[in-house]
């Protein structure tokens, strides 16, 4: 591949500590990320330092309230940080999504005490989340999971098994979604279940197609007691928390498939600038120039959208629609991209000695993960229609 770096995108940030934020992100993801991560995906290596330095950094909490240790950063700005993340490696920026994610509950539904306890050590304080919904048997249909937690006495008893669970088995706290009354959604309730929990186990890790470094993993609750106090958000009130935090875990994974995308891109780029044939780079072809010319348009556009989502959040309106939207087509923007630029790249794009391949498996699950893309597109109709007659 040739030396030349790519090119910082151009980002409009709302202040001068924004702009300061996404400089310390990109010398980290340069210096310590990057580097590494085609041979530590290669590996299957799972970067914990990574996540303790961005920790030190104050890069785990940043859209949650600095009372607590989080950076209380505006959404706009938390994306573009995850961006710039997995465009040095997905692993670390859809972890840092996750982690968000996980902390979601606590943060805006627990008591006073409960996020004094807890939510220091989770913003700031080196640890690590994972967040627990879908199941062996409901994955879209998440509202039939079948985990249960039963009461006895100040203490819950927390029975089943979590899957898909990204850190799983290497998490120091996981927020569990339980069954503790009737079938449907107004029968869950959330808990914050501590990572070394008696009972509470990990199965090996999934063997995927891309990702490799990040552990996917069942979670299994085999008899698992945590207190009264552990409970986050009223009885029954679990589905709405965990719908609540996909919104904005959508918005996650859109930014961290822009990130992909525009790494896809830089690589495409500047290997049609230097591969020269028929005596000239092959970037002077037009049929090439307007493949990047389109990548760089879906880019900018995805970029857009779940930034103008973000703005949404931010101002405290509605957004669950632009979150689907932004989940939609950012991630498929993402898997368009990378797939273009294994093209652009012809047989050296195939091989693992370049970039190219690794941003076009990883791009795939970003359009299952938080919700398949089908789904989106049934969020998005609701908004439009209404719901489906039955």
């Known amino acids: 591949m040739p030396d030349r770096a790519p090119q910082p995108v151009d980002r409009q940030l709302p202040t001068d500590e ?7 992100v990109r010398d980290i993801a340069q210096r310590e990320i990057a580097p590494r991560a085609a041979e530590e995906e290669e590996a299957g290596r799972f970067p914990r330092e990574i996540f303790t330095l ?18 209380e950063q505006p959404y706009e700005v938390y994306l573009q940080v995850l961006e710039e993340l ?7 920026g859809l972890g ?33 989340g994972a967040y627990c919904l879908s199941e062996p048997a409901s994955g879209s249909d998440a509202a039939s999971l079948r985990t249960k937690a039963v009461r006895e006495g100040d203490e819950w008893v927390l029975t089943g098994t979590k899957a898909w669970i990204t850190h799983g088995g290497v998490a120091d706290f996981y927020t569990v979604m339980a069954r503790t009354g009737e ?6 309730t959330a808990f914050l279940v501590p990572g070394d929990a008696a ?14 470094g990040s552990p996917t993993a069942q979670v299994h609750l085999d008899g698992v007691r945590v207190g009264d106090d552990r409970r986050v958000g009223g009885e029954g009130q679990g589905f709405a928390i965990a719908l609540s935090a996909l919104d904005g875990g959508r918005l996650g994974i859109a930014a961290c498939a822009i990130g992909v995308a525009q790494a896809a891109l830089d690589a495409a780029v500047g290997y049609a600038r230097e591969r020269r044939q028929f005596g000239r780079p092959i970037a002077d072809f037009q049929g090439l120039r307007f493949m990047l010319a389109d990548m760089a348009t879906q880019i ?17 309106r509605p957004f669950a629609k632009q979150a689907a939207m932004a989940k939609l087509h950012c991630t498929d923007t993402a898997m368009k991209v990378t797939t273009d630029a294994v093209q652009i790249l012809g047989g050296y794009g195939y091989t693992a000695d370049f970039p190219a391949e690794r941003y076009m498996r990883e791009a795939k699950v970003l359009q299952i993960v938080e919700g398949t ?5 049934m969020v998005i109709a609701r908004h439009l229609a209404g719901p489906e007659t039955r």
């Not at 940043?62 to 950076?71: F, I, K, R, V």
């Open 199 to 212: 009972g509470l186990s990990a199965a090996a890790p999934e063997k995927k197609m891309g990702m490799k």
């Open 54 to 71: 961005l920790s030190e950094s104050g890069l785990l909490g940043l859209p949650y309230d600095a009372e607590y240790g989080g950076g």
């Open 183 to 188: 079938d449907g959604p107004r029968g869950i």
């Open 96 to 128: 840092v999504s996750v982690h968000t994610l996980a902390s979601y509950a606590l943060a805006t539904h627990g008591t006073k005490e409960q996020r004094a306890e807890h939510l220091p050590a989770m913003l700031g304080g080196g640890l690590l």
């Open 18 to 24: 924004a702009r300061d934020l996404i400089s310390l």
């Open 300 to 316: 900018e556009a995805g970029r857009a959208l779940y930034l103008a989502a973000a703005r949404l959040k931010d101002a405290g």
């Open 373 to 377: 893309n089908q789904i989106q597109r």
């Open 86 to 92: 997995a465009a040095a490696r997905l692993t670390v």
